[in-house]
């Protein structure tokens, strides 16, 4: 609290000439002074209901001030994260690649990337960041960075969420925690080997049979388990992806949202819409998707980030 | 339908135990208040803190955050953090999921959760 000057009047003044001249002040912006109650009375009683409306004022303006300083936080640092999703979709000969990203709030907690890891093995992230807004957006360019530089050292997508968990820990914050699916790509077998540090599991939709197998290698969230009690090791799943097979990846923002009822929408749905879609490509799948998710929740407003990565195996 | 609601029972036989009954949809917005519960609760000296999830319908990822910054919290006190009865098969798989279940102590009773409440050797 700033200490306040006394408006400067001389003694001569008229107390209402004097009082006219503060307000005029105070509406120029100047709330740095407060009016001195020197009246008698109604007058005075006057003088200080001023100084009371001038001090709301002045508390107004300062919060207004704080919010414009967020406000401008907020913008660089959703500048900064916008750089951080990929600019572009991977190019991978028979395969399909699309991705959905919908943040809810000014700046979002999720985010995917594609890594170029060799011309060879393309690999693919998606993760959940707890801890929205300006240092959930930092986290996520820490995590985002370390996964890039894991993921250049080896193939072994386990091995990179190991290896992430165990150089992010020591500098988090307790209540952050992340949520990662990796997934390595090889670009000539399409061979999908994946990690997953407390994530949703993967969609994977057999063409042939037209049936969904989820696919959930076992791991904690990074961040969960600080003291070293429990194991890091990030459990690894290998498949095939044989022509006309779907890949989803995906955000909880997606299967969480609710209607009406309070309902959720569900993973379920996500494997009824890829079987409803089998045969089709992946932008068919994602306009069922999206367009499901709108009249499920209908006019409620997004709850959480929604991101995913769906892959279709053409050829 | 899925309005948040947070009940405290402080257990008559153990002054350094709290249960919070939680009903609702514990999202970014609710953390909240439930927070603030946790503050108070931990400057009245109950530091072992038992949640039951009974009637808890939704938990966001903010909300298991915040769980996972008062476990740390309460362990620095000598307390613990533990759930109880989580019902909705919602709630029990998105903590199953992060892997929760190998952080915390999950009880099908409150009673039992209250009773094995106390300080890791």
């Excluded at chain 1, 820490?142 to 996964?147: A, D, G, K, V």
């Excluded at chain 1, 309070?262 to 994602?286: H, M, N, Q």
């Excluded at chain 2, 917005?29 to 949640?51: A, C, G, M, Y």
């Amino acid at each position: 609290m700033k200490a306040m000057k006394l408006w400067g009047h001389k003694t001569n003044e008229s107390p209402l000439k004097k009082i006219v001249e503060f307000v005029n002040a105070a509406q120029q912006g100047d709330f740095s002074v407060t009016l001195p109650v020197t009246s008698p009375g109604e007058l005075g009683d006057l003088e200080r209901a001023i100084n009371r409306l001038v001090g709301e004022l002045r508390d107004n303006r300062d919060r207004w001030e704080e919010q414009k300083a967020i406000q401008k936080e907020l913008k660089i640092s959703r500048v900064i994260q916008s750089t951080l999703l990929p600019s572009t979709l991977p190019d991978v000969p028979g395969v399909e690649i699309l991705s959905l990203y919908r943040p809810a709030k000014q700046i979002g907690g999720d985010y995917y990337d594609f890594i170029e890891i060799d011309p060879n093995h393309l690999g693919i992230v998606i993760a959940d960041v707890a801890g929205k807004s300006v240092s959930g957006a930092m986290l996520m360019t820490i995590i985002r960075n370390t996964i890039r530089s894991q993921a250049m050292l080896t193939l072994s997508p386990g091995e990179v969420l190991e290896r992430t968990q165990r150089l992010l820990l020591p500098t988090m914050m307790s209540q952050f925690f992340v949520s990662v699916f990796y997934a390595v790509l090889d670009r000539r077998t399409k061979y999908m080997t994946c990690a997953n540090a407390g994530h949703p599991p993967l969609l994977l939709l057999h063409a042939a049979e037209n049936h969904c197998e989820w696919i959930k290698p076992g791991g904690m969230a990074i961040g969960l388990c600080r003291n070293g009690s429990k194991p890091l090791v990030k459990e690894e799943k290998e498949f095939p992806m044989m022509i006309g097979d779907l890949v989803f990846l995906y955000t909880d923002g997606i299967t969480d949202v609710a209607n009406r009822e309070g309902r959720s929408f569900g993973r379920e749905k996500l494997s009824e819409i890829a079987v409803g879609t089998a045969g089709r490509g992946a932008k068919e799948f994602l306009s069922a998707l999206e367009s499901q998710l709108a009249s499920f929740s209908g006019d409620l407003s997004q709850g959480d980030d929604m991101t995913a990565v769906v892959l279709r195996r053409n050829l | 339908m899925n309005e948040f609601n947070v009940e405290v029972h402080l257990p008559a036989t153990r002054p350094d135990v709290a249960v919070i009954r939680l009903s609702g949809s514990l999202d970014a917005v609710s953390i909240t208040e439930l927070e603030k519960t946790f503050q108070e609760l931990i400057q009245d000296k109950r530091r072992h803190l038992v949640v039951n999830c009974q009637k808890l319908r939704f938990v966001s990822s903010s909300g298991m955050g915040l769980f996972l910054g008062l476990l740390g919290e309460v362990e620095k006190q000598g307390g613990s953090l533990s759930f109880a009865q989580i019902a909705e098969p919602e709630v029990h798989d998105a903590m199953s999921l992060l892997g929760f279940f190998d952080v915390f102590p999950v009880y099908d009773q409150e009673i039992e959760a209250v009773q094995k409440s106390q300080h890791k050797a």
